[in-house]
């Protein structure tokens, strides 16, 4: 091999082990990128089942509002559970999107579709009867379906939860947040769900009772919880400034007030609250468990657009480093071939031709002086002598070669 080649292939080997580690660099960046979007789609997901399960407490409020009601129902889409109902609908259709989107599991929200409309069906039957008319039961079996589709909603946002999760591991923890505080949400709406049963009249059965009493229990537990979880984090701002709200009006002004009906059903004396105020109350004491859950939300979906942009960034570097490796590969293969390989080649050419005793043979020498430059002007005396040995000879050719 000449020795041109040689040099080539060695600085080949070398910018193809640098491109090599480039593009592992680039690969690497690019599962970044491609777990960022992933977990991002996730986290769409997540949030969107959340909000669909919020939706159906408030279903099953407007639901209680009508079977509260002495006189029939109003059917109409513009009635309170016509409108609870579309927007309902509207957050299905949405997760299903969003579930869809992620490559995650939609069965659950069509049970969950399919028990509403079964609920639905039999509801608008029972309310559409003055309430000295309707079945004793229809409240609670619209309660008790309520919480079935509810279980299929959480199950479609746990699936939702392990795939982002799954994706990007650090935002494990505001996740782990807003499913807390949609617990705590849904735990205090299904305990409001079975006061609400004794605000209408209905006495409370001692099941009933005791989910209560249990629900009560959990809601200070899960309260605990998001507590402990927005410390771990390191009290962000935005996490502790929701944290308080929710502290200051459902823990330390709804509490009390849920604790003091739920004391009046046990002893079964009359309720502190009156019905009306009642509905018009809970449902928006409840949805202050929603602030923690949709700031802890927020809080993941802004670590997930840093985590995206910096997997971007990296991905940009990789390829510019890429780039900038080929490029100088390219660059330095070019100098080499007009410092060394072109002029080496020239230089053989011409030894060759000079050792066959071809004195005519030009000899360029390079404009920069080096090794080559000094050899071609070496040649060029040699080349020289010769003909001045082969005038003195009167003509007679003149071979250099060895002895």
Not at 71 to 100: C, H, I, Y
Not at 199 to 223: C, F, H, M, N, Y
Request: hydrophobic fraction near 45%.
């Amino acid at each position: 091999m000449s020795i041109s080649r040689t040099i080539l292939s060695g600085l080949g080997a070398l910018a193809v082990l640098a491109i090599l580690l480039a593009g592992v660099t680039a690969i690497a960046s690019i599962r970044q990128v491609a777990g960022a979007l992933d977990a991002g789609r996730g986290l769409s997901a997540y949030a969107d089942t959340l909000k669909l399960g919020a939706l159906l407490a408030s279903e099953r409020s407007a639901w209680n509002g009508a079977f509260s009601s002495e006189e029939p129902a109003d059917p109409s889409a513009s009635s309170p559970v016509g409108k609870a109902q579309s927007a309902t609908d509207a957050a299905l259709a949405t997760a299903r999107e969003s579930l869809a989107a992620g490559g995650i599991d939609t069965v659950p929200l069509s049970r969950a579709a399919s028990i509403l409309t079964e609920m639905r069906a039999n509801a608008r039957a029972a309310t559409a009867q003055a309430k000295s008319l309707r079945p004793a039961e229809g409240n609670a079996r619209m309660q008790d379906a309520i919480a079935a589709a509810s279980g299929m909603v959480n199950s479609a946002a746990d699936l939702a939860f392990r795939h982002t999760a799954t994706a990007d591991s650090a935002l494990t923890v505001p996740l782990q947040i807003a499913a807390m505080a949609q617990d705590l949400r849904s735990t205090a709406g299904m305990r409001s769900a079975i006061l609400s049963l004794y605000e209408s009249g209905q006495p409370l059965d001692a099941k009933r009772l005791v989910s209560a009493i249990e629900d009560t229990g959990q809601i200070a537990t899960l309260w605990r919880l998001q507590i402990q979880a927005v410390a771990n984090m390191g009290s962000p701002p935005g996490l502790a400034e929701a944290l308080s709200t929710v502290e200051r009006t459902l823990m330390q002004e709804g509490e009390p007030r849920y604790q003091a009906v739920l004391d009046a059903a046990r002893s079964g004396a009359p309720s502190p609250i009156d019905n009306a105020t009642w509905r018009d109350w809970t449902t928006p004491m409840l949805n202050n468990a929603l602030i923690m859950r949709d700031k802890a939300i927020d809080t993941a979906a802004e670590m997930n657009r840093q985590t995206l942009d910096h997997a971007w960034w990296q991905l940009e570097l990789s390829l510019g480093a890429l780039a900038v490796v080929a490029g100088i590969t390219a660059l330095v293969a070019l100098v080499l071939s007009r410092r060394i390989t072109r002029p080496v080649e020239c230089l053989t050419d011409a030894i060759t031709r000079l050792a066959d005793g071809d004195l005519d043979v030009p000899i360029v020498v390079p404009r920069v002086k080096d090794e080559i430059g000094a050899i071609a002007s070496a040649l060029i005396v040699l080349r020289d002598h010769a003909r001045q040995a082969r005038a003195a000879g009167h003509g007679k050719p003149t071979t250099l070669s060895p002895g």
